[in-house]
């Protein structure tokens, strides 16, 4: 689940006595969809209010089908992608985007590779030709393969090795998963990026970076037939392989009871612990309330979380709850790293604590309509921009697999009932599902916690 900017000027409470709100009405996101011969699947939403343009193409590949042994590989491909084409030099998206004053940028997660760029409209044609250009021409040879799995290491000691807690969300990840891929981290290990060879990074472009494995969604000010007939001319022409795209098949076990572990390192300052439980995925009818669930424990400074363990008791330096849910299962996680002198056992009672009582008891309809307001307008701030209404309109194409879903997904929040929070709640939030990860200073081995 994304996490998104949460703006303070709607979080109004309810007063005493005082009835929800009624459902906002929000206008739809109107868009066109087609499939192109070999696969493409092409969505466009015209939008006049500003002479841009947003490009989004998705591939539905992410850290998940990395090789085994050679995690890393769809990261990796988030950077040879720039590197040119048998046409283009490196950084050609650089100069088309940059230069007429727009930009580009991409991601890797779980499930998902996302390039995407915003140019002014009059340049949409040449970004078309450069996206197909590409997906079918792109130069992975050995050059490109060393010098982009040297940046790639470099990310990795940068944002592990050298973050004291760095260490620590990669291990979170790593136990928490039994059987699912999703157990290998995103960025990469240097150990594997170092095994891999150019031969299994071409396998690995040939298997995923296909027309029938990508979406593309243009929203913003443009002509549809004139867009339509640049899509027939750039992306038709690409070819689909003849062999299907393989999908990840394992299904991760149900947690049968609680796992305890301990680890220590010499680089955190203080300790720390997750706790992580198994939950739905992002399609999931239980979606929302969870995402309402998450604002309420972990949304800001007057949080529940925020307010027990670091304003009233002074437990923690910092706490936060993240609903990830993805697409083939949900990881539900805690964070909290505790203040100078604090016991990791107080800590955890007090954390338990408050997970119990979200449990036991229904939410105040006034956390409900904080909560809701405050994830409200931060979808609405999102989509007044063209940008916004493709990362949606996407999202809701690949990630939830109905682009429908992207003028529905609203109005499902905002019905989200204390009942749907406490139901969703109870049945994830239990003992035999939970996971208890302590990361400690080297200096407490031995010591009492």
């Not at 030709?129 to 490109?144: F, Y």
């Not at 594997?192 to 000010?221: C, K, M």
């Amino acid at each position: 689940m994304r996490r998104l900017l949460l703006i303070p000027f709607l979080t109004l409470t309810l007063r005493a006595g005082q009835e929800p709100p009624a459902p906002v009405a929000i206008p739809p996101v109107q868009f066109t969809h087609r499939t192109l011969p070999n696969g493409l699947e092409v969505y466009a939403a015209p939008d006049h209010s500003t002479p841009t343009v947003a490009i989004n193409v998705w591939y539905h590949v992410g850290s998940k089908d990395d090789p085994a042994g050679r995690s890393g590989f769809a990261h990796l491909f988030e950077h040879i992608m720039f590197k040119g084409t048998k046409r283009t030099k490196p950084e050609t998206l650089d100069r088309l985007t940059e230069d007429v004053g727009g930009f580009n940028n991409a991601y890797t997660a779980d499930d998902v590779t996302v390039y995407h760029e915003v140019v002014p409209s009059n340049h949409l044609e040449r970004l078309l030709w450069a996206e197909a250009d590409r997906m079918a021409g792109l130069t992975v040879d050995e050059k490109n393969f060393r010098s982009e799995r040297e940046v790639v290491k470099q990310e990795y000691l940068q944002r592990v090795e050298a973050e004291p807690y760095g260490q620590f969300g990669e291990e979170i990840i790593k136990k928490s998963f039994a059987e699912h891929p999703y157990k290998r981290p995103t960025i990469g290990n240097i150990p594997e990026l170092n095994a891999a060879t150019i031969d299994d990074v071409r396998a690995f472009h040939t298997t995923y970076y296909r027309p029938d494995n990508a979406t593309l969604v243009v929203v913003g000010d443009f002509d549809p037939a004139q867009f339509d007939a640049w899509v027939d001319k750039y992306f038709a022409p690409v070819p689909k392989p003849a062999t299907p795209v393989p999908r990840v098949t394992v299904k991760e076990p149900a947690r049968t009871k609680e796992q305890r572990l301990v680890q220590y390192s010499g680089s955190v300052p203080l300790p720390a612990v997750a706790v992580t439980f198994l939950g739905p995925a992002g399609r999931s009818d239980d979606a929302p309330a969870m995402e309402v669930a998450q604002e309420i424990l972990a949304g800001g400074e007057s949080s529940r979380l925020y307010q027990q363990l670091v304003y009233e008791k002074q437990l923690a330096q910092s706490v936060n709850f993240t609903a990830d849910l993805r697409e083939d299962v949900g990881l539900l996680l805690f964070e909290v790293v505790l203040a100078s002198g604090k016991s990791v056992a107080e800590a955890e009672r007090v954390l338990f604590a408050e997970i119990a009582k979200i449990v036991a008891q229904p939410v105040s309809d006034a956390e409900l309509v904080k909560a809701k307001r405050r994830l409200l307008t931060a979808r609405l701030l999102e989509r007044e921009t063209c940008e916004g209404k493709a990362s949606a309109l996407a999202e809701a194409a690949v990630v939830l697999g109905d682009a429908t879903r992207v003028n529905t997904e609203l109005a499902r929040l905002q019905g989200v009932t204390a009942a749907d929070v406490q139901r969703v709640l109870r049945a994830v939030f239990t003992e035999q599902n939970r996971l208890v990860l302590e990361y400690l200073p080297e200096a407490m081995k031995g010591a009492k916690k």
